[in-house]
C-alpha cells in the first residue's frame, strides 16, 4: 500500500496550485486523509485532513484559502490552494489511515514540493 502526491510546483504569490493523493495497493477502506507540510526549519503541521463521511479539519493557516476534498471511490484526496503565500512555501505531504486484508495502518506519501515567490 502506498501514497503517490503530485502537484507541486513553483508559483507567484496570490496564485493557485491543487495538489493530488492516490492511495494504491490492496486497500479494504481508507479512513481519514490528510496533507501536512515542513518547511526547511519547521516542524511539520497539520494543513487539512478529511474523514471518509466527509468531516473535516483545516489549520487556521489554511482556512479560506485551501479546501481539501476527496474521491472516496478513487481512494484520493486533494488540496485547492489559493491565494498561496511565501510562507506556503514547504514540502506537503499526504497521509491517510488505510485499512488493508490484514491490517490497519497510517501511511504517508513521498511530498510533493510547493515553492510560492515572486
Known amino acids: 500500500v502506498q501514497l503517490q502526491a503530485s502537484g507541486g510546483g513553483l508559483v507567484r504569490p496570490g496564485e493557485s496550485l491543487r495538489l493530488s493523493c492516490a492511495a494504491s495497493?490492496?486497500?479494504?477502506?481508507?479512513?481519514?486523509m490528510a496533507w501536512y507540510r515542513q518547511a526547511p526549519g519547521n516542524l511539520c503541521e497539520l494543513v487539512a485532513s478529511?474523514?471518509?463521511?466527509?468531516?473535516?479539519d483545516v489549520s487556521d493557516d489554511a482556512k479560506g484559502r485551501f479546501t481539501i476534498s476527496r474521491d472516496n471511490a478513487l481512494n484520493m484526496v486533494y488540496l485547492q490552494m489559493d491565494s498561496l503565500k511565501p510562507e506556503d512555501t514547504a514540502m506537503y505531504y499526504c497521509?491517510?489511515?488505510?485499512?488493508?486484508?490484514?491490517?490497519?495502518?497510517?501511511?504517508w506519501g513521498q511530498g510533493t514540493q510547493v515553492t510560492v515567490s515572486s
Open positions: 495497493g490492496q486497500i479494504e477502506s481508507v479512513d481519514t
Open positions: 478529511m474523514t471518509a463521511s466527509g468531516s473535516t
Open positions: 497521509n491517510a489511515d488505510v485499512a488493508t486484508p490484514w491490517v490497519k495502518k497510517n501511511i
